[in-house]
């Protein structure tokens, strides 16, 4: 299941005599089963669009991203009060997780997936393969490609997950590659709609003009063994009981 994350947002807004500040913050409850021991807290603090402060349940601790903040943020993690604070943040996030879970199962949109060409591939040039994913809620979704079961990492390019304006998302993952006759292509799919990652696979398909002749062809081929098989039947009847001479 994929990882999902229930945010806590809090604005500030500074104003001054020239011009406007602000600040804001949010919290964040990650968690990917309802296992609470795999649940993460992170504390996050922006100033003018710069991340200055975070927090992280994993380390226990603040840590600063600017010069000007390093003084601040030793005296928070010298706070005892405020790290147990933290700490009591993440507590409460655990205990939330089975609920949430639940939530998520219950709201949860299960994704409509193609895998399909969009570049046939020759011996020169790769061609193009997309793992389409559409019409799923939540937001967090996991494209991954296989070849014959091992994971594929270079010529891979994903989008991120676009909204479609209805509380429901869509996102495309790319491969170029040259498969060979042999080669079995998949896109996995993890999702919490899914209880496991399920696996699409691709199927090369006959171009449609070459379809057509092969439709054509076979027709004529049996077209033509039906007239040979009603000639010969037809010979045999009308030349029973005669004996052919050659004629010199």
């Not at 006759?181 to 496991?196: F, G, N």
């Not at 081929?221 to 010199?248: D, M, Q, S, W």
Request: aromatic share 12%; net charge negative.
């Amino acid at each position: 299941m994929s990882t999902v994350g229930l945010h806590l947002l809090c604005l500030c807004l500074f104003i001054s005599t020239t011009d406007a500040h602000y600040m804001y913050g949010f919290e964040n409850c990650q968690f990917s089963s309802e296992d609470e021991h795999e649940s993460m807290f992170f504390g996050y603090v922006y100033y003018n669009k710069q991340l200055i402060v975070s927090y992280n349940s994993t380390e226990g601790k603040f840590t600063s991203y600017t010069e000007k903040t390093k003084e601040i943020v030793n005296g928070l993690n010298k706070n005892q009060h405020l790290l147990n604070e933290m700490k009591h943040a993440h507590d409460e996030c655990k205990q939330g997780v089975p609920d949430m879970v639940k939530i998520l199962e219950e709201s949860a949109q299960k994704p409509q997936v193609r895998v399909f060409s969009t570049k046939t591939a020759t011996s020169h040039q790769p061609g193009i393969i997309i793992c389409s994913a559409y019409n799923f809620y939540p937001k967090p979704i996991t494209l991954t490609w296989l070849r014959n079961g091992e994971e594929v990492t270079s010529e891979v390019i994903s989008t991120d997950e676009m909204s479609d304006g209805n509380w429901l998302y869509q996102k495309h993952s790319y491969l170029e590659y040259i498969p060979t006759p042999t080669d079995t292509i998949e896109c996995m799919v993890e999702h919490a709609s899914l209880p496991t990652p399920e696996l699409y696979k691709w199927g090369r398909t006959v171009p449609k003009s070459r379809k057509n002749k092969i439709i054509v062809g076979t027709a004529g081929l049996l077209l033509g063994l039906a007239f040979t098989t009603i000639g010969v039947i037809y010979y045999k009847k009308h030349t029973k009981g005669h004996v052919l001479v050659p004629n010199y």
